[in-house]
């Protein structure tokens, strides 16, 4: 019974509501919004910011492409290198600034 009111529940949002109530994902788009606040800053070095342009140019580059012929597999390895250099990108910014905008981020939701 109470499993299906769970997905009573959930079924009964918009689709973007019911995704942002699983944690991976609510983390995944606190991670974009806090690397793209990051990126805009003027006090995180220009080389920092480069990890986040590295990342999404080999997402464009033939490379990755040859990978996502590959069904299901080439979309998961899309989603972890995201991931991957958004968390790199994280942890090489200065971490007051990281800490600044998460409160900021935190405060909002």
Do not use: C
């Not at 689709?15 to 690397?35: T, Y």
């Not at 899309?78 to 905008?101: C, H, K, S, W």
């Amino acid at each position: 019974d109470n499993l299906f009111s769970t997905w009573k529940w959930i079924f009964s949002m918009n689709p973007v509501s019911a995704l942002m109530n699983f944690g991976f994902v609510r983390h995944f788009w606190h991670q974009i919004r806090l690397s793209w606040l990051l990126f805009r800053n003027r006090r995180v070095p220009m080389l920092t910011k480069a990890i986040p342009v590295v990342t999404i140019v080999y997402l464009l580059s033939p490379i990755d492409w040859l990978v996502n012929l590959i069904p299901v597999l080439g979309q998961m390895e899309d989603i972890t290198v995201l991931g991957l250099g958004m968390n790199l990108f994280i942890r090489a910014a200065p971490q007051d600034i990281v800490a600044e905008y998460t409160a900021q981020l935190q405060a909002k939701n």
